[in-house]
């Protein structure tokens, strides 16, 4: 499905699960070679970045509903921006309806229009990015909770879980710093300085991700080391009473056995 908006002279189009023919008079209408094209048609497994004459050409894949990553296309023109995805995304259609109700809010009064549309899909991706985060963040602070209220078993599953998601979006967001430096350097040849410093902007906030998933896999590693230290202890705990219990339980046989002997001697 193809939905396209205008902003102050700039324009752009978002195709969602794109059709054949809708990729092919977009290639017409906007110059895009057979190879980009082709591609267009179906997802790609890996970050891209390319050059064009006139435009430029992107992909990037976020950690909003799959753990290989979301993928989005984008196409960067003179007066257009494209973005091509294979499937809903939030921000883009939160976006949508900024552009709709034209409450855009240049904040930089001397960025082009097509610079507003293309970070402002980019900064909404990283609010999603953000808040998934801090989701997170809430999630490994209630699982430290139980840790220490004495539910290690139970936490050993749901530590597991959080550590494979925090490994799965690292995957995905590690390669989003080297490709908005190279679109910033790649685009200050097509579109000038300013479209370069904002590229560099943004990719601080998608830098600043990256940090703050470290620094939750370094937590998550703490509090696992934590949890299984506190099982052992438990679980040496048990095995001590299990052997004075059977100590016991094999001294009172003994006795038992004892008297029962002299009873039958008597």
Known sequence: MLTSHEYKGARWIDINEPSPEEIRDLASEHGIDELVARELRSPSDRHRIETKDTYLYLILHFPLSKSEGTEIDFIVGKDFVITVRYEQVDALDRFEKIIEVGSVIDRDPIA?????????ILKELASDMAFSLERNEHEIRDIEKHVFDGDEKAMVMALSQVSRRLLDWKKVILP?????????????????TRFAEIARSVSEDFAHHEAEIREQMESVAELRETNNALLDTKE????????????VVAFLVGVALVWLGYLALE
Do not use: C, P, W, Y
């Open 112 to 120: 082009d229009s097509r610079d507003v549309i293309l970070f402002g």
């Open 176 to 192: 989003h710093r080297e490709m908005l430096e190279a679109l910033a350097a790649n685009g200050q040849s097509l579109f000038g």
């Open 236 to 247: 040496n705990d048990l095995m001590r009473r299990f052997t004075v219990m059977n100590l």
